[in-house]
């Protein structure tokens, strides 16, 4: 997968502005709250038709502005994707695409971000949207599942909510859950099970240790004993009014040589842990994918010192495109050929 040009039309600082990108490595510098955060955020938009700031698309229109559009060119085909007041338009290659699921994850690209750490400390709901935009990018099943499962949530909490609520019609909402239910699950564990398989390794070349990265899904109920779970859940939900069960209660957490990382690891350790984790995460998407992601570092490098910096740009896969952004291309410690991209103020004009 390679993007070769971006366009943006007020999207967020900028007016009008294109890029040419190397199918290697580019490195984009410039002063702090230049754009250059928000170049990488143009290609995620394309990538997962949300962005990874804001819940909120109007954020992503330039001030003063009514609509936004970013046009992303691959050697092959053109993506664009137009924001409005009431809502966002897809194309690729001009034709409108209604679906969501036939636009995402096209373009796959993966973002590293100093921002990351907040997955140990953040909500659990905020660790299922990760992997969520993940998985809803690589498998149309789990966008299908997921997408119904959350209306059939709504329903069946509504329904809870009512005195004189429908049995009928909760037990056929019920039924309705088992099979996209049991398609999270499995997938979601699937994925862990795969991620599982390379963390520790990656870990140990970023880290130069042998140091065991575990990642531990906590999930709602096995695959084969979802029906009976939600049998049983039933007097709990009609007491508490909203469904207690089901995989919007899933979670997980990271253990590094056995210890639960919030408790026991350094800043630097988890920094490694989460990179690990990106670059575990980018193998599966090229396993199931057959397609090498787009790699997005905003502000990574930086934070590593030199011999880190090498390990980590060791790792990348070779045949990857990678888009780097830093303040200054002095405190980088590249030895491979890149394009260098600058952004300057008056550009955004
Ligand atoms: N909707 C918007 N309209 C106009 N400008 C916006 C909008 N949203 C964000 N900006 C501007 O974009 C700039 C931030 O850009 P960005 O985060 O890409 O900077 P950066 O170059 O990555 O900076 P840093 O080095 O600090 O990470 C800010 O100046 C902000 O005011
Ligand atoms: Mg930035």
Redesign the pocket.
């Known amino acids: 997968m390679l993007v070769k040009s971006i366009k943006l039309n007020?999207?967020?600082?900028?007016t009008n502005y294109q890029l040419e990108f190397d199918p290697h490595l580019n490195i984009i510098i410039?002063?702090?709250?230049?754009?250059?955060?928000?170049?990488?955020?143009a290609i995620i938009v394309i990538s997962n038709v949300k962005s990874f700031?804001t819940l909120n698309d109007?954020?992503?229109?330039?001030?003063?502005?009514e609509y936004?559009r970013i046009v992303l060119n691959t050697q092959s085909d053109e993506y664009k994707l137009v924001l409005n007041k009431n809502g966002k338009s897809l194309f690729i290659n001009n034709n409108s695409i209604k679906k969501t699921s036939e636009f995402i994850g096209k373009v796959n690209a993966v973002i590293f971000k100093p921002g990351d750490l907040e997955l140990f400390v953040t909500s659990p709901s905020d660790r299922r949207r990760i992997i969520d935009v993940e998985l809803s990018k690589i498998s149309d099943i789990y966008i299908d599942s997921l997408t119904k499962y959350k209306k059939l949530l709504a329903d069946k909490n509504n329904l809870l909510k009512q005195t004189n609520k429908d049995e009928i019609l909760l037990s056929l909402i019920n039924n309705s859950m088992v099979e996209p239910i049991k398609n999270i699950i499995r997938i979601r564990q699937e994925f862990f099970e795969e991620i599982n398989k390379n963390i520790s390794n990656i870990y140990q070349l970023l880290s130069n240790t042998n140091s065991k990265i575990e990642i531990i899904y906590k999930k709602c109920s096995e695959v084969d004993k979802v029906e009976e779970e939600i049998e049983r859940s039933k007097d709990k939900d009609n007491y508490y009014q909203y469904a207690t069960f089901g995989p919007h209660h899933d979670d997980y957490y990271f253990k590094i040589d056995n210890f639960e990382i919030n408790t026991y690891a350094s800043q630097g350790q988890k920094r490694m842990v989460l990179i690990a984790f990106k670059f575990a995460l980018v193998e599966y998407i090229k396993q199931i994918t057959k397609k090498t992601p787009i790699i997005l570092l905003?502000?990574i490098l930086s934070e590593l010192d030199k011999n880190n910096q090498l390990r980590l740009l060791n790792i990348l896969p070779k045949d990857s495109q990678t888009i780097i952004?830093?303040?200054d291309i002095n405190n980088l410690n590249i030895v491979d050929k890149y394009k260098l991209i600058e952004?300057k103020e008056e550009q955004n004009a």
């Open positions: 007020n999207f967020r600082n900028y410039g002063k702090n709250g230049v754009g250059k955060t928000n170049i990488l955020e700031r109007v954020d992503l229109i330039k001030k003063q502005t936004s905003d502000d952004t830093n303040t952004i």
